[in-house]
């Protein structure tokens, strides 16, 4: 339990992502995508314990990866949808249970719901 692809075009965002998650939880297998179609073969090996996803890049959107993820067997709880609309928009199209979270990747409180969701993996990696 620890493996977790971001799929975003926005390579800065994906750059300091990554970089925070291993400088906070060493645990933690990241691997990082800024091409989406990309991501669709990881994907298809099967072996991601959470998938965040921006919900719009240009070629294929997150909604898209969201439902391929689902038809290869990733659990719809181990999905988080990222972006940078408000959080009203983010619930009418993804809305409560459809995913384990919808994020605006740039509110405070918002990264506060990812480290709270990467802490928890950080612990079960560590097997406590």
């Given amino acids: ?20 998650i291993h400088a906070l939880y ?3 297998d990241v691997i990082t995508c ?7 073969t990881i994907l298809k090996q099967g072996k991601v314990d959470l998938l965040l996803v921006d919900l719009e890049m240009p070629t294929l959107d ?4 969201f439902s391929y ?3 290869v067997g990733m659990d719809k709880n181990r999905i988080v949808i990222l972006s940078g ?5 983010l619930h009418e199209q993804f809305p409560m249970g459809t995913c384990l979270a919808v994020l605006n990747k740039y509110e405070a409180k918002q990264k506060a719901v990812l480290d709270m969701i990467f802490s928890s993996m950080q612990r079960k ?3 406590s």
């Fill in 1 to 20: 339990m620890g493996k977790i692809l971001i799929v975003d075009d926005d390579a800065a965002f994906v750059g300091a992502l990554r970089d925070k």
């Fill in 26 to 28: 060493p645990l933690l």
């Fill in 34 to 40: 800024t091409e989406p179609l990309l991501a669709l």
């Fill in 62 to 65: 997150g909604s898209k990866i």
């Fill in 69 to 71: 993820a689902l038809s």
């Fill in 85 to 89: 609309r408000d959080s009203d928009y």
């Fill in 125 to 127: 990696a560590a097997g």
